[in-house]
Structure formats: C-alpha cells, structure tokens
C-alpha cells in the first residue's frame, strides 16, 4: 500500500502532531471510510519517528471515534459521522478552506438550542447577569481591542446565558460550546471571514432595552434576529460559497 507523503513532526509532543496530521489526511478523504492506515513501521518510516509515537498518535485518532482498532488488525476509518464532535472544528477548517457545508448544518443544529436557552434566560434574568452582559457587550463593541478578544466576549456571553437559565444541562453545552468556538481551527476559520464582532452589538442593545422595558417577547425577537445573524456566515468568507447540495456523508 503506498503511504501519503508527511512531513516529519516538528512541535508539540512528537505524537500529537502525527495524530492531527493523519487526522487531516482522514478528514481530506486520503483515507477513506473501511480503509486501513498503513502499518506502524511504515508511518514510522514516514514520519521519521519510532513507532511507540505512532502507537500513541493512533490512540489518539481511536479517542476521536475516527478509527477502530483491533489487534492484529490494524486501524480502520472510520465514517466521520461516527467521530466525536471534538473533530467538528477541524472538519469546518482545515487545509486553509473553510467548509461552508458543514458551518451550515452546525448553525441548523445550533439556531434552536440557543434559541431556547437564549429564551429561558430572558424569562428568567436577573440584574447581577444582565450587568454582565453588558460589560461584555462593551468589549465586543470595542475596536480598539484585538478582534479575538472581542470574540472571546461573545463566546462569554453564551456561558452568561447558559448560567441565567439556572439549568446544569444548558450550562455545560454553553461552556461546551465555547470551548467548541475557541478550538484553533475555528479562530484561524474566524481569520477568513470580512465579519466583525461589533456587527452584533446592536440586536444585543435591541434586546436588553426591551428587557429594561420588561417586554420579553420583544427581547426574545431581538435575541432570535442576532442568533439568525450568528448562522450567517456564507457571504463573510472571502471565496464565494458553492451551492449547497445533500448527499450521502461519507
């Protein structure tokens, strides 16, 4: 079997840079669903590194649910929708592209949870969370700031959010989810888009005006419009978007 070519690893512990690069090499479809990676000594061979890194760096793939490995037999991919969804930011970007499919289906799945945790705390805000809000607003709104950190406020705003609801499920997906948003592949996919954070302040001013005026259903309209605008992100990359067509995933 021929091996794709790498690149001997050059950071990090020598195993984790030989997982995210047959991690790419997965994603990219070089190895396919049912196919076998090649033998230990060969991509030892290839990585130019001892086969206990391979060993590890499989381990490592097997974890991410992209691989199966029985003895004897090797390691098989796995379909990626069988991964966790800790490969969920490197199959949105990698290889310098972002894959406006999938930002679609993830803001599909997305537009109603936070919808519905975004509705919960609304209904049941309190002052102390929404003062936090808004200092948090005040640095997305900030563009004197590096634009990452303005991002990192919206991301904290989510966690806020999560906590108002007082429920301990929506509280651990927003923190998931943040962690999920702050993944270096989705910051270096956030380096693709024209976007800039402060676009989001208004429909958040729009909302905590309305909860100051005690109208919920005109906060929850705004908070829908904002999370609308979070999904949107096809005319923000600087390439144009292909036009989206279903399919079978591999």
């Not at 894959?99 to 949870?113: G, K, Q, T």
């Not at 929404?130 to 607003?137: E, F, K, Q």
């Amino acid at each position: 079997m021929a091996v794709v070519a790498f690149r001997a690893p050059a950071r990090r512990r020598l195993h984790e840079a030989v997982a995210e690069q047959l991690r790419d090499a997965i994603l990219d479809g070089r190895f396919p669903a049912g196919q076998k990676l090649p033998p230990e000594r060969e991509l030892a061979v290839e990585f130019r590194v001892n086969r206990t890194s391979i060993r590890e760096a499989i381990k490592v793939l097997e974890g991410l649910g992209l691989v199966s490995v029985r003895q004897g037999d090797g390691a098989t991919v796995r379909p990626l929708v069988e991964a966790t969804l800790d490969t969920l930011a490197p199959m949105i970007f990698h290889g310098g592209r972002v894959n406006l499919e999938l930002v679609a289906d993830l803001a599909e799945v997305m537009r109603p949870l936070l919808l519905e945790m975004g509705r919960l705390a609304i209904e049941r805000a309190q002052p102390q969370g929404l003062a936090t809000i808004r200092r948090l607003r005040n640095v997305a709104a900030d563009e004197t700031r590096d634009r990452e950190v303005r991002y990192a406020a919206l991301h904290e705003t989510l966690v806020v959010l999560g906590d108002m609801t007082c429920n301990r499920v929506w509280q651990m997906l927003a923190r998931r989810l943040r962690a999920l948003l702050q993944e270096p592949a989705l910051r270096a996919a956030r380096e693709r888009l024209r976007r800039d954070p402060g676009r989001f302040v208004a429909l958040m001013d729009t909302c905590l005006a309305a909860l100051d005026r005690r109208r919920t259903a005109e906060a929850i309209e705004a908070l829908q419009s904002l999370i609308q605008l979070l999904g949107d992100v096809a005319a923000d990359i600087d390439r144009p978007a292909k036009s989206r067509t279903k399919g079978v995933t591999r």
